[in-house]
């Protein structure tokens, strides 16, 4: 997959690293197993690079997928210890359902009928170690730990299994014995579920704090009242996740329900554990009303505000001819991710044999959605119209990024209509966003011509398109690889805690 991306082809360090950057930023969501030869590589051949885009990509990447690879890279890595404690370190911060997924990487796993090796043959004793400091330091606090089982039971339960991890005597009740001690969240499950009264389950939910999907397996009879228990106890991430389930259920259709949802959408907006994608997702599957419609747009917007800014001019072509309608898709979701932290111009266009400037009324995430309404895949494909549009319009731009399938067939072309508009501008820096069965016929041609040009692929996946935020923000791309490098390594603070079991 990453066959050219060999050090030996490139002419210098820097290259390298920076054509590994570009091919990590790109990576996709949950399908990580063609990339573990890439990773390895690097880690391999680079291994000092290769910590610091762990470490900076762990606090500043978007997918959950590719900062657990790297987790598993550093944690097993024999290069140095202060890279296993890092690895480590950045391991301590996850939930379990993803420290579980670190060790089936490293260890290996089946996918489907195939069997996808580990990241080392032989765990280090180091990791046993991390893992068992991990569960220990929840059982110490039994509220923290019935509030990890609730959400992830089998998790912690494989994770005391694969490393043969003695249970304190809490955990063992809880987790192997189902017998939990009637101080117990879990011991209060089973009040709930004999509980008859309305009234009296909701009472156990907002004391207890118990998570909607675990309360509602439960409570056979979700009345108003439970309902707002259970909202109650919810963050804004879980109330945005489950508002098609809410509205099942009558939520909006109660004045008090409906006015608590509103009130944890407006928290939504400044907590930064909530996903500005999963918005989309939660309107798609819900089919709320206008005016909570654009609540949860609101959130979505707020939430793409915090990821950074753009500072340059920036043109966005979306590929609009024959069969195109990915790109259409594509271009959406990108236009409506950048807009809002664009500081300086955006010009967007789509595009067939003739270019079709796209305006919103504003520049939230919702106003682009609805501007790209109409618009439909048809036509012969120019890559460069667009451009040629821009020149004659006179809007200067520094970076272009244009989504297409890099199949074009009428003039103008992308690097002749590139060229000339530099021949009154700064030519700007491209980056392609391959959709569909795409070849390299526009990225050859502008490389020929000496133009700077970054590749994304896009493989279905929306939770990567924020990837392309570091891309366009800031500075060059040499100096985003400048601050990786420079990037601090972290450490845990609790190295010293006892794995001991506790009672």
């Known amino acids: 997959m ?67 690879l790297f987790i598993a890279f550093m944690a097993t890595s024999k290069y140095d210890e202060e890279w296993r404690e890092a690895g480590l370190a950045m391991l301590q911060k996850l939930p379990p359902y993803q420290v579980e997924r670190v060790i089936r990487l490293i260890k290996g796993y089946k996918d489907g009928e195939n069997r996808v090796a580990g990241i080392v043959a032989s765990p280090p004793r180091s990791l046993k170690t991390a893992v068992e400091q991990y569960l220990r330091k929840r059982e110490a606090d ?11 039971r089998k998790s912690v339960k494989m994770l005391y299994a694969t490393f043969r991890i003695k249970p304190g005597e809490y955990a063992q009740k809880i987790l192997f014995e189902n017998n939990p001690p009637p101080s117990s969240r879990l011991a209060v499950l089973k009040e709930i579920a004999k509980c008859e009264k309305p009234s009296e389950q909701a009472r156990l939910i907002v004391e207890n704090n118990i998570p909607y999907r675990v309360a509602i397996s439960v409570v056979k009879h979700m009345t108003p009242t439970v309902l707002v228990a259970i909202v109650n106890a919810m963050t804004p991430q879980e109330v945005i996740n489950n508002l098609a389930s809410l509205k099942k259920r009558g939520a909006m259709d109660d004045a008090d329900l409906r006015k608590l949802i509103e009130h944890k959408l407006n928290q939504g907006k400044s907590d930064t554990r909530v996903s500005a994608l999963k918005t989309r997702q939660a309107l798609a599957a819900a089919s709320l009303d206008d005016e909570m419609t654009k609540m949860v747009e609101d959130v979505g917007d707020k939430q793409i505000k915090a990821k950074g800014k753009i500072t340059r001019p920036t043109a966005l072509l979306v590929d609009k001819s024959g069969s195109m309608d990915i790109a259409i898709d594509v271009g959406k979701q990108i236009a409506s991710i950048i807009a809002p932290i664009c500081e300086a111009d955006l010009f967007v266009y789509a595009f067939d044999s003739m270019a079709f400037p796209i305006t919103a009324k504003g520049k939230e995430l919702s106003d682009w959605e609805r501007a790209f309404k109409g618009i439909r895949a048809e036509g012969n494909t120019s890559c460069g119209v667009a451009i040629e549009m821009m020149r004659r319009k006179k809007q200067v731009v520094e970076q272009v990024v244009i989504v297409t399938d890099q199949g074009e067939n009428t003039a103008p072309f992308m690097a002749p209509a590139l060229a000339q508009y530099g021949k009154e501008n700064p030519v700007p820096s491209v980056i392609i966003v391959n959709v569909g069965r795409h070849t390299d016929q526009i990225e050859r041609a502008l ?41 601090e390594l972290p450490r845990r603070k609790d190295k010293e805690l006892t794995v001991s079991a506790k009672s």
């Open 447 to 487: 490389r020929a011509g000496n133009v700077e040009v970054d590749t994304f692929t896009y493989n279905g996946d929306y939770y990567s398109l924020p990837s392309l935020i570091p891309m366009l923000a800031g500075g060059t791309r040499l100096e985003l690889l400048m601050d990786i490098m420079s990037y």
């Open 142 to 152: 039994h509220k923290a730990f019935d509030s990890t089982v609730l959400h992830a």
């Open 2 to 68: 990453f066959e050219d991306l060999m050090p030996g082809r490139f002419s210098s360090e820097q290259d390298f690293r920076l054509a590994t950057l570009n091919a990590l930023l790109r990576t996709p969501h949950r399908n990580v197993a063609p990339f573990i030869p890439l990773f390895r590589r690097v880690h391999d051949h680079d291994p000092r690079f290769f910590g610091h885009l762990a470490a900076w990509y762990f606090d500043h990447g978007t997918v959950h997928d590719l900062k657990q």
